[in-house]
């Protein structure tokens, strides 16, 4: 299994631009995250999906964010408009619902000028 | 409620000696531990776990960490530290079998002096 793919791996965009960010999970995982990293903040949840339904997107910061999971193989995090303090390393992470642990992506380093 | 403290933000050690890196959770339930590291402008791969099974957990890379119920820890050590060990490392407890109530510490950077 290649793992947790995310696209692009950087991204460089200006302000008010929308911004789509990819993540295909392994296949076979119930759970999809989506994380942020950033210096000041750490690692924050913004949301999760089980089989394909949104959870939990208390973590989303605003309503410029949004995410979808059409299918058990692909999902999106949306930016839209982007804004200077969106900058961060957006990861995505896939579980099998045993409690055994995520996997995580590579991460999408996000850079809003 | 479940939350995860890491106690040291920074942690130096010389190339070769041992490392400790600390970790004290709550949880109302049985939880499960979890070690992901970290390196640099990379993504999070995962250590180590506990899950109700042995203890003392053993990990990739010549990691462990002992699961303490009395003193509510989760401390990761290894033997003798090699600069390729500089990254991050976070702490993380789940309810036990339940992958969306998952807490992550806020990491301890780890950085190995020649």
């Known amino acids: 299994d290649a793992g947790v793919i995310q696209s692009p791996r950087h991204e460089v965009t200006e302000m008010g631009q929308e911004v789509t960010l990819r993540c295909k999970p392994i296949?076979?995982?119930?759970?999809l995250f989506w994380y942020r990293q950033t210096m000041m903040r750490g690692l924050e949840l913004l949301i999760y999906?089980?089989?394909?339904?949104?959870?939990?997107d208390s973590g989303m910061p605003e309503d410029r964010f949004s995410a979808k999971m059409p299918n058990a193989s692909f999902s999106t995090l949306k930016i839209q408009p982007s804004e200077p303090r969106d900058s961060a390393v957006y990861f995505c992470?896939?579980?099998?619902?045993?409690?055994?642990?995520?996997?995580f992506g590579s991460g999408t380093r996000l850079t809003v000028v | 409620a479940q939350s995860v403290t890491q106690l040291d933000s920074h942690v130096s050690v010389s190339e070769g000696t041992p490392v400790l890196l600390r970790c004290n959770y709550s949880?109302?339930?049985?939880?499960?531990l979890f070690w992901y590291v970290q390196h640099p402008n990379k993504g999070l791969q995962l250590l180590l776990k506990?899950?109700?099974?042995?203890?003392l957990v053993k990990g990739i890379n010549g990691f462990e960490a002992e699961f303490k119920k009395s003193e509510t820890s989760f401390h990761l050590t290894k033997p003798s530290a090699h600069m390729s060990d500089a990254a991050e490392y976070f702490c993380?407890?789940?309810?036990?079998?339940?992958?969306?109530?998952?807490?992550f510490g806020k990491g301890t950077r780890l950085h190995i002096l020649p």
């Open positions: 296949s076979g995982h119930d759970y």
């Open positions: 999906f089980n089989n394909n339904v949104p959870i939990d």
């Open positions: 993380v407890v789940s309810e036990y079998g339940r992958d969306d109530k998952i807490i």
């Open positions: 992470a896939s579980s099998p619902s045993t409690g055994n642990g995520y996997t």
């Open positions: 506990y899950t109700s099974a042995a203890t």
């Open positions: 949880s109302s339930y049985s939880p499960s």
